[in-house]
């Protein structure tokens, strides 16, 4: 298991401890039996309900999008990564940028390939469009789940 995976995976077993502590918190407000109390308690038992939902969307989203890396990378189906980087060690955005019509054309010519919408999601992802990324790699996640079926 790789660094980026072990941190990641560490702020969520963090965040769930947190999430124990404000539901144990709550319990005791709500047991107070005063209504500002009541209240703040029911709110801070909806809020770990919302970031526990938060926390599992981003996991499951996190692990297809590795499963489907893997695939990729077994196939030998990446893109070749030799984009001059940032001191940061990020791709650099203005030259991502050149060679991102060459994966959205991929994409308009075979909408329905799951490869060709992961590869848009990594171009995204390398020019710093980490929403655009998102959406491309969810397709792409859709995709390859409807082929399996």
């Given at each position: 298991?790789?660094?980026a995976k072990l941190a990641g995976l ?93 994966y959205q054309a991929a994409v308009e ?27 491309a790699t969810r397709q792409a996640i ?8």
């Open positions: 298991m790789n660094g560490g702020m969520a077993a963090l965040l769930l401890l947190y999430l124990l502590f404000i539901v144990q918190y709550a319990l005791v407000l709500i047991g107070v039996g005063e209504p500002v109390a009541i209240a703040m308690g029911v709110a801070l038992i909806v809020l770990p309900i919302v970031g526990g939902w938060a926390l599992a969307v981003e996991l499951i989203f996190a692990f297809r999008a590795e499963r489907l890396l893997k695939l990729l990378t077994t196939e030998g189906g990446l893109p070749v990564d030799d984009l001059p980087r940032l001191p940061s060690g990020r791709p650099d955005p203005a030259e991502a940028d050149k060679t991102f019509p060459i010519a075979d909408p329905d390939s799951w490869r060709d919408w992961f590869r848009l999601g990594l171009a995204y992802d390398a020019s710093g469009d980490r929403k655009r990324a998102r959406w859709r995709l390859e789940r409807a082929t399996r079926r």
